[in-house]
């Protein structure tokens, strides 16, 4: 059965195509469009006009691909922004009479459970995981195994999020960074002594931030899924990525190999979100997974009908 999953997230919008047969997803494709719904949601406490239509025609535009595709179903979920503002149900009744989505606001802990559901999918093994997915909102943090998740928190950090309360200044200001990142440890403070007493050593990451870190470090003149999934990227390369990241302009950033322009000035505070994790639960390596909530997503959805 053919199907389209679709993720709102606060940075981008994602649409999955695959086709579910077996209890397997057959012939993935995976589509971003920087749609940030989340812009100003902090500030404002709304999701702008302005945000609602450029989502909405997103929307519109990945429903027309589903179509297209012969899906049979289309399921779609927000996030964290449309989780916090105030008008977030207002955009899901627009959502639906303008393309016919239902878009489910899920929780931060649905939202943990399909991104691990997701990383299951496309992971060898039984050991016992942390998954992390920095978005533009959140991070997810998530312990388990094959029998099921044991942990599960989302904290308000992200990319998107941490860019617009910290960092103001192009290149970026020294002392607003060092603010940012105390933020960061103090607001994930718990949750990493938490982590630290399980003593997992296998770090798998999924989202945007992650992804493109792996593209970044690869150098990928095109992004590929294949490159990107499985990939490992070790902490000194992480450090290194931030250090150069944090003396260039935006306009220099926006050329490097692996990291879309319209990703390039949030992708600072997505790397220290990382480098941060890393260095506290002291893991060395990271290994990333293009298998996220949208394959959770689409195998819950599929689970369900059979």
Known sequence: MKIGTIDIGTNSMRLLLGDYSNGKIEERKKFVNTTRIGQDVDKEGY???????RNIKALKEFSDMCKAEGCEQIYAMGTSALRDSKNGKEFVQLAEIETGIYVDIISGKEESNLGFKGVLEGLEGDDTILVIDIGGGSTEFI????????????????ALRMTEKFLKADPINEGEF???SIFIENEINDTIKYIQSKGIKKLIGIGGTTTTVSAMNQELEVYSMEKIHNSKICKKNIEKILQSLKKMTLSDKKTLKGLQPKRADIITAGVKILDIIMENLEIDEIIVSEYDN????MCQKSKKMS
């Open 143 to 158: 312990i388990g195994d094959r029998d099921g998740i044991k942990f599960a928190k989302s904290e308000n950090i992200g």
């Open 47 to 53: 999701i702008s006009q302005e945000a609602i239509k």
């Open 178 to 180: 060092n603010k940012m």
């Open 294 to 297: 949208l394959e959770g997503l």
